[in-house]
């Protein structure tokens, strides 16, 4: 049976007619719904008051309605159900509420039996979604709207918008809203269809558009058109991409994005991607039959030769299981400079200063106490001075890392380290030292003079396969006076197989500077050592809590062999300061590994406050105490790794930090290292950050003197300050500068017809290196963002010179995005002509 409750409190007369005529209601209803679905839907009816008028065959509900019926709520001041016509009427502050949530409101309501058909006087319908994971509140209105099946909504005369209304003045147009003759909601469709529609601004008429649809709020993935984007250089003219979406399955979809550009001509895009139970996995494919390729550089520092350009890209990611995944990343590229031309979004590009695609399959394994790395990688230089015969190509790499508890017998903490690495170069890879740079061929960096000590070699041409292991053991102790002892010992294992190719104008040099007899070495390294540390604490008054600690470390190892009879591909970069003082081996990588007794030793203080301000300093030295010093012996190394590093003397440069925090909001860091002779400064790293809520602010200095045996003759300095500040709730401003403060640049001119052409120039002091400024506004239904940028590059680096742009982004919630990206000023690219 169909249920009624009619609140007994309310019931102001004879119940004999408020049964009748509740019951003539809910009659009418069960028999509607029961032809329809076949089952038997509950009517819920709440009122003042409940009167049957048997002249004219109505029922009506009186004071504050409520009716509950297939999941819906009708709620007004008086609703009236008409026998006759099979009506019902809601007048009133009427309002509907649908089983999603979404709310009707209107002055007047007309509906069937069944409230799914109907007409309603001065419409308005709020619905609350999540849409691109933030929750949206979007709103239709209209003089009138017609409800069709309970699922297509008709609006005359109708607006849409995501904005909420202001809360002061509620008659203020939103910030955005699309004005239209008719909006046609169908929600079975999920889709919003607007006929003659107007984009308006502030109330103000910004874009007329015939027509146009789009999903609804709730469509996570919908067939269709996406938002489109603009282009706007000089190589290319200006452009428009129109991406759009097919949604083939729930786990797969393909967008395609033709581009039409006025220089050009016509670029395809497409992007399938598919997820599958344990993984997911896209591929990207692009290409262009250029219409003007006078617009690009000659060959071989541009594409201007090139009728066809294009890309195919993948990349994917599966698990095996919650410790094990596989995975690639890779890219195609016709040519090196394809996806900056023709502004591409690649996942397989770098961010680092010299640009580059990296291509890699690989599988992990991650464990609680250990991990496994096993990887191959492709690098594809992005610059007009970078030879790809010079990159290479590593085949593959692998890293593991287990921890373990030692035997109990033992104690302690025992951790094996392992790294096989495999690779392969065509040409070798030199750079000048100390200060004169020159062009092969009038292009690409290499050396005037090919000899030790005047040049270095960066990467040898051939093949260079080495494994390495390591076991390690170290124990704590602490005594009955607090101090703390640890013992530790290694034992590293390498194996090393070379085949060097000497064909080539470049490679023909490599034995100047290496062994190039191919040969299989060995080379073995034990080590043991003691540290020692003896925190001293003490509490005085005003809370403080302070730590003297100091520490002592002594290693001894036997002398470091093989120098410079292997190449030096992973161990270049070597940086000594306080992070490192430490270190068993202070080489980065594989193939340097560091020899000889050394003792490292320091002092570290700290103290703390009982409000939470924190300090603390460490000062310290290295010292090679017997056997051969690694890294003056970097001289026989192939790149010189370890000369001007600050560890090639007997006693090393002093390294220290200073770190101070006196609250959450602000923080500073000082690091520096020091002449051991002179104290004159060699290295320093300044860095402090501010947070005052609406404003954050970062302020980096760096000072590195000149390092003549890398490559480096003239010593370094930048600044680098940043501000981000939220000027009010919905606008936020962004700016950071790049200061040069080198007292010159050094920089090479390339000239085609002199290619051995250097020179020094002075720049002026505190020149700018790059710039980046940007407004931001964002609210709930909108955001609006503009970011200029410009980058002053020396051509040394091969990258870009004075790049400046302008990018401009538009987005309205549930309507879509546009950007919009233009070079602007005397800029240059790579490969483009001036």
Known sequence: MVALRA?????????????LSAQTLNDALQAKSQKQSGEKDKLLVEAGELVYNNDKNTVSAVGDVHLYYQGRTLQADSVTYDRNSRRVFATGNARITEADGTVITGDRFELTDNFKDGFIDSLRVKRTGVFAGKTVTTRFTAPRAERTAGETMVFDKGTYTACEPCAEKPDRPPLW??????????NEERMIYYEDATIEFAGIPMAYIPYMSAPDPTVKRKTGFLSPRFIATSATGYGVALPYFINIAPNMDLTLTPTYMTRQGFLGMAEWRHRLETGSYNVRVAGIFQQDKDAFLASPIGPRDKDFRGSIESAGRFYINDKWQYGWDVALLSDKWFLDNYKIKSESLSTTYFRES?????LTGKGEQGFFDLRAYYFKALSSLDWQKQQPVVHPVLDYNKSFNAPEWLGGQITVDTNVTSLSRDQAFFQQTPDMLNNWLGYYSNCAVYEKGRCIMRGMAGTYSRASAE??????????????????ASMRVDGTWTRVDLDGPLNSKIPNFMDPDPDVLGRVMPAVGLEYRYPFVATTSGGLTHTIEPIAQIVARPNETRIGKLPNEDAQSLVFDDTTLFEWNKFSGYDRVEGGVRLNYGLKYAVTTEGGAYADMLFGQSVQLAGKNSFSEGYRDPSNTGLDS???????????????????????????????????LKRMELTSSMNFGAMQASLTYGQYAAQPALGYAVRRQGLAPSLSYQVTQNWRLNGSVLFDLSAQKNASQYFMSNPLATSYVKAPFGSIASTSFGVQYQDECTTFAVVYTNTYNDPTTGVRTNNQSIMLKLELTTLGAVQ??????????DGVSP
């Open 471 to 488: 076991v390690s053991w170290k124990r704590k102790f602490i005594d009955p006076f607090g101090q703390v002892w640890m013992p530790f």
């Open 358 to 362: 990296t291509s890699t399959v690989f």
């Open 820 to 829: 919009l990206s233009q070079s602007v000023g005397n800029s240059t690219r």
């Open 7 to 19: 609140i007994a409190a309310v019931l102001l007369t004879s119940a004999a007619p408020c049964v």
């Open 646 to 680: 600050g560890l090639d003397r007997q006693a090393s440069d002093y390294v220290g930090r200073v770190h101070i925090q006196p609250n959450s909001r602000y923080s500073f860091t000082a690091r520096g290292r020091f002449d051991q002779e002179t104290f004159a």
């Open 177 to 186: 809203q699309v004005r239209a003759a008719k909006i046609i909601h169908k």
